[in-house]
Nanobody, 116 residues
């Protein structure tokens, strides 16, 4: 059974930091591109960061470049998103995604709120 379980969300002040984690099971993790998406009510889900399967190449949406870092551990089947200098506009539900076409898996999401 495929599972993606996110953790690490919460309330943080503007300028603060938070690290999200995603634990994967039920598939060959190292074969999949892993991504973090986020969504706010009334808006489409937005791709935040992606890390490739074996060589770890990364890509980020412009709004988080220099502030967020995605990383993966293929031995532990985990992917993290380190977030720093958080802004109120980073407030969203963050989702972990595993992609190896045609297979596309999602977690349930973890909420991040950036507020003073």
């Amino acid at each position: 059974q495929v599972q993606l379980v996110e953790s690490g969300g919460g309330l943080v002040h503007p300028g603060g930091s938070l690290t999200l984690s995603c634990a994967a099971s039920g598939f060959t993790f190292s074969d999949y591109y892993m991504s973090w998406y986020r969504q706010v009510p009334g808006k489409e889900r937005e791709l935040v960061a992606t890390i490739s399967n074996r060589f770890g190449g990364t890509d980020y949406v412009d709004s988080v470049k220099g502030r967020f870092t995605i990383s993966r551990d293929n031995a532990e089947n985990t992917v993290n998103l380190q977030m720093s200098n958080l802004k109120p506009e980073d407030t969203a539900v963050y989702f972990c995604n595993a992609l190896r076409r045609p297979w596309d898996y999602w977690g349930q999401g973890t909420r991040v709120t950036v507020s003073s």
